[in-house]
């Protein structure tokens, strides 16, 4: 009796994850990774000078 409630429940589940996934995270993911890499390279051009100088 509670197989379709239970197939549905879980479909629902499924497709809120991946809109969290889809909406949420990977744009808060890519970010922090480019801005962590944007800043690495800033804090060694302040250590070690630019490129080529």
């Known amino acids: 009796m509670n197989e379709p409630n239970s197939a549905e429940s879980q479909k629902n589940h499924e497709?809120?994850?991946f809109v969290f996934l889809a909406v949420f995270l990977a744009p808060i993911l890519s970010v922090i990774i480019v801005g962590g890499f944007g800043f690495m390279v800033w804090i060694s051009q302040i250590l070690f000078?630019?490129?080529g100088a």
């Open 49 to 51: 000078g630019p490129p």
């Open 15 to 17: 497709r809120n994850t």
